[in-house]
């Protein structure tokens, strides 16, 4: 997992990276003031999208479609 802290040095916005053992990407989330706000997307192993929605201040704001 990497983690990003905004250009002006503030954990206030943060964004996570995750990547599976073979080095691909397996999901991105971006945080505010400690609590998930932004786009979630998630992978697959083999790369495609898996998953996808939207977080406002540590809630669900959309609805999280899955991919097969």
């Known amino acids: 997992v990497d983690t990003y802290i905004g250009r002006d040095d503030t954990p206030a916005k943060v964004k996570q990276v995750e990547y599976f053992a073979n080095g691909k990407l397996k999901s991105e989330?971006?945080?505010k003031d400690g609590k998930p706000d932004g786009n979630f997307i998630e992978y697959h192993?083999?790369?495609?999208?898996?998953?996808k929605g939207l977080f406002k201040q540590g809630q669900k704001d959309s609805l999280f479609v899955t991919f097969h």
């Open 45 to 51: 192993d083999n790369g495609n999208l898996k998953t």
């Open 29 to 31: 989330l971006n945080f």
